[in-house]
Antibody
Framework: DVQLQESGPGLVKPSQSLSLTCTVTGYSITSDYAWNWIRQFPGNKLEWMGYISYSGSTSYNPSLKSRISITRDTSKNQFFLQLNSVTTEDTATYYC??????????????WGQGTLVTVSA | NIVLTQSPASLAVSLGQRATISCRASESVDSYGNSFMHWYQQKPGQPPKLLIYLASNLESGVPARFSGSGSRTDFTLTIDPVEADDAATYYCQQNNEDPLYTFGGGTKLEIK
């Protein structure tokens, strides 16, 4: 069964870049599906951030488009999130997730456990 | 972007009774004969878990006590009968607007 696991620094300074890795086991990220980043703010609001598809194409939340980049390393079956110029408002639990089917059925059947990132000086 | 408003924000239901959670969209989430509305359950310290997709389809492994209904802008998640393990926060999510998939604010369910 597919499993996803987030990793990365738990503390980032304001104005710096946030970088996270999602390691996928049990399925190749180049075979199918869209591989997403979703975050949950303190207070529990959920926000979809973007995805990289199995073909390498990307799609981003317009509210983040100037600051976000999602890339991948197919040899390690990993995909990555980079969020630039972070502020305290980017403090959240970050999840990686796989969509339900193909690259169009954008609801989320598989999730990592999440990683808390705090933005603070 | 499509705003999803859930109500109530919290509710307490007695064991064995019915829980009903509402999600209202600021515009229709229906396209091509489908309602692109989905429901998740989240317990503390865990990621959301998919319960219902396309408004009324039960995800594999989810108990039949959970059901979803609705169309266009008004959707409902029903749990009947409620069990102790159902204590959680429930979220709706739409993907009719591409590429801006949004979630509702959540409804916290307490079991009495």
């Amino acid at each position: 069964d597919v499993q996803l696991q987030e990793s990365g620094p738990g503390l980032v300074k304001p104005s710096q870049s946030l970088s996270l890795t999602c390691t996928v086991t049990g399925y190749s990220i180049t075979s199918d599906y869209a591989w997403n980043w979703i975050r949950q703010f303190p207070g529990n609001k959920l926000e979809w951030m973007g995805y990289i598809s199995y073909s390498g194409s990307t799609s981003y939340n317009p509210s983040l488009k100037s600051r976000i980049s999602i890339t991948r390393d197919t040899s390690k079956n990993q995909f990555f999130l980079q969020l630039n110029s972070v502020t305290t408002e980017d403090t959240a639990t970050y999840y990686c997730a796989r969509n339900y089917y193909g690259s169009s059925y954008m609801w989320f059947a598989y999730w990592g456990q999440g990683t808390l990132v705090t933005v603070s000086a | 972007n499509i705003v999803l408003t859930q109500s109530p924000a919290s509710l307490a239901v007695s064991l064995g009774q019915r829980a009903t959670i509402s999600c209202r969209a600021s515009e229709s989430v229906d396209s091509y004969g489908n309602s692109f509305m989905h429901w998740y359950q989240q317990k503390p310290g865990q990621p959301p878990k998919l319960l219902i997709y396309l408004a009324s389809n039960l995800e594999s492994g989810v108990p039949a006590r959970f059901s979803g209904s609705g169309s266009r802008t008004d959707f409902t998640l029903t749990i009947d009968p409620v069990e102790a393990d159902d204590a959680a926060t429930y979220y709706c999510q739409q993907n009719n607007e591409d590429p801006l998939y949004t979630f509702g604010g959540g409804t916290k369910l307490e079991i009495k």
